[in-house]
């Protein structure tokens, strides 16, 4: 029997499992696919994430950070965003008295970086190479026999009669007190637990285009809003970078049956100078077009199970946060499952609810509500709005106040309030 089974290895998942090997528990993780080991000669990959300075300090303390900087890392110091040339925001690490912003960081290097501090731990058994064929929740697939509004005060004597149990087509079995899914928006475990979700997914695409340029890029990242959606450059380690197009799915349906030479020029003519100022030249790698969704669970937390990343929430990568929101349900997740209460009790499961399901749920609507109000107010060429974000982005660049509080906040040096 294990403390706690996760399905899915990737980079939430695995620095969860991290935190719950150092507290003591027994873990089994399920990872079908596990990520091609690192190799310093190879090109980076498409998947990257902006990490956060607060969730390098997670991952520090789960003692991941250290084998992740010893692959490659990019440092950002400076984020500016504009409408045009003559309405922008700049904002640096400098005024903040910060060494960065935070770091560019290939998703499976985070991943392999976690998977490598987990081998320390005897407590952590790795599921691989295998599929979840079946999820049991006591004695039926789905059960609900513990009303949810069960609140702090119960009796910790009082226990769930459940376990969760989960079959592989490996043949083997696994049972656990805790199930958590970390298995992706189109969560497994969030469906075998009927789980609802809201949201939609937008008119937009997103393509990613890595490139390598001619001389190294600026520790600088940048974003150009426009009615088709922004442009967006993310600096990379040595000369590598990588860029996000957003454009109508017809539009980017079309680029994706571009050469790479054609893919260059379409690029040029769409992306600001800012791209290749200096003459600074690039060479297009590679590029793959995803879509754009927004979807929240309506619970992260049911009898034996507990939802975490983007099992339970996906948001507009407008600003990078998706995985950022992810380590802070881990680091809230990880603030409960320290406390020492039995498992068994419904004192844990009403602490899960109240410290964990109810201020991440607050925390990632908040983000998501933010995130398509900049969506709603940045793709469109609507006259008032655009005279409105240019006033905006003009007044922000001379607050300087203001500026810091908002980079503050979005590096995660503050706590979101409500």
Request: proline fraction near 4%; aromatic fraction near 10%; include cysteine.
């Amino acid at each position: 029997m294990y403390d706690f089974c996760i399905n899915g290895g990737g980079m939430v998942g695995a620095a969860l499992a991290l935190g719950l090997a150092k507290q003591q528990y027994r873990v089994a993780i399920i990872e079908p696919h596990l990520p091609k080991a690192f190799d310093e000669a190879s090109k980076p990959d498409l998947r990257v994430s902006a990490i956060s300075d607060a969730s390098v300090s997670l991952l520090t303390s789960l003692g991941a950070w250290e084998y992740i900087e010893t692959m490659r890392v990019k440092p950002y110091t400076g984020l500016s965003v504009w409408d045009d040339p003559a309405h922008r925001t700049d904002f640096t690490a400098k005024s903040i008295d910060v060494p960065q912003l935070g770091f560019f960081v290939e998703n499976r290097l985070l991943q392999l970086g976690c998977h490598q501090a987990l081998k320390a731990f005897d407590n952590v058994t790795w599921f691989t190479g295998c599929k979840v064929t079946g999820i049991t929740l006591g004695n039926s697939s789905v059960s609900n026999s513990v009303d949810s509004s069960v609140n702090s005060s119960a009796d910790s004597s009082a226990s769930l009669a459940h376990v969760a149990t989960l079959s592989l087509d490996s043949g083997e079995t696994i049972h656990a007190k805790w199930l958590i899914g970390a298995d992706g928006a189109a969560s497994q475990v969030r469906q075998s637990a009927n789980i609802g979700v809201s949201g939609w997914q937008y008119s937009q695409q997103a393509m990613g285009i890595t490139i390598e340029m001619a001389n190294p890029v600026d520790a600088i990242t940048w974003q150009e809003f426009t009615p088709e959606g922004p442009k967006a450059f993310l600096p990379m380690f040595d000369n590598y970078a990588s860029l996000v197009w957003y454009d109508s799915p017809d539009e980017l349906k079309r680029l994706s049956t571009l050469n790479a030479a054609q893919l260059k020029q379409a690029i040029i003519e769409a992306f600001p100078s800012e791209l290749i100022k200096d003459g600074n030249d690039f060479t297009v790698l590679d590029k793959a077009t995803f879509p754009l969704t927004r979807a929240h669970a309506s619970r992260y937390v049911t009898d034996r199970v507990i939802l975490v990343g983007d099992a339970a929430h996906t948001i507009n990568p407008l600003a990078g946060q998706g995985v950022n929101l992810g380590f802070r349900d881990v680091e809230t997740l990880l603030a409960v499952t320290g406390d020492g209460i039995d498992l068994t009790s419904l004192a844990f499961k009403s602490s899960l609810i109240t410290s964990y399901e109810k201020p991440r749920q607050r925390d990632n609507a908040l983000m998501m509500s933010a995130m398509d109000g900049f969506y709603g107010l940045f793709s469109n060429d609507i006259g008032p709005i655009k005279w409105f974000r240019n006033q905006l982005l003009s007044v922000a660049q001379h607050f300087e106040p203001a500026k810091r509080e908002v980079l503050k906040y979005a590096i995660g040096m503050r706590e979101w309030k409500f």
